[in-house]
């Protein structure tokens, strides 16, 4: 799905703008559903540009949403999350 439709349909695209993007990519991939597959590889893509855009702005994913931080089951829960190792010292950073 993400090589043969939406990596193609993207070259030359924007990325900043998310928004029309998520719509375009519906669009695009409109002939196999709005489940499944196609809903798994537009989820990836605007994941992963909603993280680039939270680290150029450097907000957190939850930040960016609006949520509230509950600090204390952050930094207990969170801290030693292997695939971001930087959440830890983030977390501690801005907790204090």
């Avoid at 939406?6 to 993007?21: N, Y």
Wanted: aromatic residues 10%; proline residues 2%; hydrophobic residues 45%.
């Amino acid at each position: 799905m993400l090589r043969n439709d939406l990596v193609p349909f993207l070259i030359k695209k924007r990325s900043d703008d998310i928004e029309s993007l998520f719509e375009a990519m519906q669009w695009h991939i409109h002939y196999v559903g709005k489940g499944g597959i196609a809903s798994f590889g537009i989820s990836a893509l605007d994941i992963a540009w909603r993280d680039v855009r939270g680290k150029q702005s450097g907000q957190a994913l939850w930040q960016m949403a609006g949520g509230a931080m509950k600090t204390t089951w952050l930094l207990h829960h969170m801290s030693s999350v292997s695939a971001y190792p930087s959440i830890g010292t983030g977390l501690r950073r801005i907790c204090s």
